[in-house]
């Protein structure tokens, strides 16, 4: 079980783009995600007339480490460690360590 997750509102504690926040669109590797807004980029796009797609110049989203970015906590409106428990019931839940809330509960 991951720490961040697609999905997840998470804030840039790191980097160029610190302070922003988004939502994770992918997982990219163990290490990497991309998060919708940060990390842009600008690609020179060729255009490719099978596809459809129009030529010029287009911002890209990149993947960012995940030790550079933590989840949002809505009720505490800021960034926030996450860890794991199991409940009675056998499932294993991520919850903040700040206030012991269950992310995205």
């Known amino acids: 079980m991951r720490k961040v997750k697609k999905g997840d509102n998470v804030i840039v504690i790191s980097g160029r783009d610190k302070?922003?926040?988004g939502d994770v669109v992918r997982v990219v590797d163990d290490e990497h995600v991309v998060v919708a807004g940060i990390?842009?980029?600008?690609k020179h796009q060729r255009p490719n007339p099978m596809?459809?797609?129009q030529g010029g110049i287009v911002n890209k989203d990149m993947p960012i480490?995940?030790?550079n970015v933590a989840v949002f906590n809505p009720?505490?409106?800021?960034?926030?460690r996450v860890g794991f428990r199991t409940l009675e019931d056998g499932r294993k839940v991520r919850?903040?360590?700040s206030n012991g809330e269950l992310v995205g509960a």
């Open 39 to 42: 990390n842009q980029v600008k």
């Open 75 to 80: 009720v505490t409106k800021k960034a926030d």
């Open 51 to 53: 596809k459809g797609e």
């Open 65 to 67: 480490h995940v030790s």
């Open 95 to 97: 919850f903040f360590k």
């Open 19 to 21: 302070g922003k926040r």
